[in-house]
């Protein structure tokens, strides 16, 4: 097994907005050689530094624009621009995150290199293979496939349920899925916890993470929900938790 390691530790996992102990939305994909960071929202740029120096970040990635996703970017930038001197750091994401860090970052270059990525691109960060599918939500939201020494992580991002995930193909050992509704609230932006178990299934997973819930819901009810539909052992992401790939 020597060499083969893909992990997602979990910066800030509260759906919509922060909740009481919980940061917004940010994950921390680390093979051996290569640390990425998938969304920085509010809050997760603390966390961030309790397991790596933010010099050592290889890229960024950004799934879309709303802001639990990605407001901690221009305090990243304070940090590497003002304080630790690091310049270059590429920021992938689709066109309109992009535009709207350009906006409130101002000058972004040199310390970032803004990197536009739409559904169906692959790129490659060190030694971690990236794939990118458009989800269902009202902004341009790509899920994120990851892959490194034959090990694979799928993250939801923020999707409704007429994501097709097809694109990513048979098969993930871990799948980090967004599950922000109430039964009750099905069919809307995002997903509920039995919707989040049927893309499990679909997808295939060896294992799946249940995340973005909503602060006004109870964590375990949601759990429980997935893995009723599920079948099997369902975990919940909670900052400062690793799961291997
Ligand atoms: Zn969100
Ligand atoms: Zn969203």
Redesign the pocket.
């Known amino acids: 097994m020597a060499g083969v390691s893909l992990s997602v530790t979990v910066l800030g996992c509260s759906g919509t907005y922060a909740g009481p102990d919980e940061a917004c939305s940010g994950y921390l994909l680390r093979s051996d050689t290569t640390t990425v960071v998938v969304d920085l929202g509010a809050g997760t740029l603390a966390n961030l530094q309790r397991h790596v120096e933010l010099g050592d970040v290889d890229a960024v990635v950004l799934s879309?624009e709303?802001p639990?996703?990605w407001l901690d970017l221009p305090i990243l930038r304070n940090a590497l621009r003002y304080v630790l001197d690091v310049e270059g750091l590429t920021v992938h994401g689709p066109a309109g995150v992009l535009a709207a860090a350009r906006e409130l970052i101002g000058e972004v270059e040199p310390t970032f290199v803004l990197s536009p990525i739409a559904a169906g691109d692959a790129l490659t960060v060190g030694d971690i293979a990236l794939g990118f599918s458009r989800t269902d939500?009202p902004v341009e939201?790509l899920a994120v496939r990851a892959e490194s020494g034959g090990r694979s992580v799928i993250y939801s991002a923020?999707t409704g349920p007429g994501w097709d995930p097809s694109g990513f193909g048979d098969g993930v050992d871990l799948f980090v899925c967004e599950a922000t509704f109430r039964p009750d609230e099905e069919g809307g932006v995002h997903l509920s916890a039995r919707q989040a178990a049927g893309l499990a299934r679909r997808l295939g997973a060896g294992r799946l993470v249940i995340t973005h819930v909503s602060p006004l819901l109870e964590d375990e009810g949601q759990r429980l929900a997935a893995a009723e539909a599920y079948g099997g052992t369902v975990e919940l992401a909670r900052s400062g938790l690793t799961f291997m790939a």
């Open positions: 879309h709303h639990d996703h939500h939201t923020d």
